[in-house]
């Protein structure tokens, strides 16, 4: 049962250059989410996906561009890679509208630490 | 975005006590989820909880969702230094897709 993966688990890239971070569930979860953690400000959503071909920005997602073309991959790019992107972005998924009690917990990756230089 | 107040940001304790860490809202959520994160690895789930005042356990970790719905706490009892890491806790507002959580207990257990 591999869960969630994310792909590379640690990245050096330089200012300017196209980066993407990958994320796999195989779960079949109906939401997935990307996160940043940054010291002094805890998670930060970036984007998330509700299911397919739907995507919602989160609360901070200038930069960074998602796409879902299938349920169980979910990539982050960023387009033009910037110093304040440097951060350790998690991956995340939850079931959608079913179970009772199902629907709100979120499953988190083991995370890609990224650093621009 | 929403944030949520835990307090304290950082513990530490000696092993073998018991420790308590709460996060409050200034708004209600219909879930409360408390996580842990060690280092180099991503948030892992501890306790759900779905209803004002439940109380779950999970092995020596207790938590509960509280009756105002603005909070919850965490227990650990008989701290032992396997419980080093960060503990978030994460709620979720009625009707949205999003978590709020807050900033995170630095957990460091003293042998």
């Known amino acids: 049962d591999a869960g969630i993966t994310q792909s590379p688990r640690y990245k050096i890239t330089e200012t300017g250059r196209q980066v993407t971070l990958m994320c796999h569930q195989t779960?079949?979860?109906?939401?997935m989410f990307w996160y940043r953690q940054d010291l002094g400000h805890g998670l930060r959503l970036i984007y998330y996906?509700?299911?397919?071909?739907?995507?919602d920005k989160g609360e901070v997602p200038d930069g960074y561009v998602v796409s879902r073309s299938k349920t169980e991959n979910f990539p982050l790019t960023l387009e033009s890679a910037t110093r304040s992107q440097t951060s350790v972005y998690f991956c995340?998924?939850?079931?959608?509208?079913?179970?009772?009690?199902?629907?709100?917990?979120?499953?988190f990756g083991p995370g890609t630490r990224l650093t621009v230089l | 975005g929403q944030q949520l107040n835990q307090s304290p940001q950082s513990m530490f304790i000696q092993e073998g006590e018991d420790v308590s860490m709460n996060c409050t809202s200034s708004s209600i959520f219909n879930t409360w989820l408390w996580y842990k994160q060690e280092p180099g690895e991503g948030p892992v789930l501890l306790i759900a909880?779905?209803?004002?005042?439940e109380l779950t356990s999970n092995g020596r970790l207790t938590a509960q969702f509280g009756i105002t719905r603005k909070d919850s706490f965490l227990n650990i009892s008989a701290s032992i230094p396997s419980d080093v890491g960060i503990y978030f806790c994460a709620g979720q507002p009625g009707g949205n897709n999003r978590l709020a959580f807050g900033k995170g207990n630095q957990v460091v257990v003293i042998p």
């Open positions: 995340a998924s939850r079931p959608g509208a079913g179970g009772p009690t199902s629907t709100d917990t979120q499953y």
């Open positions: 909880l779905y209803k004002a005042g």
């Open positions: 996906s509700a299911a397919a071909d739907i995507t």
């Open positions: 779960w079949s979860h109906s939401y």
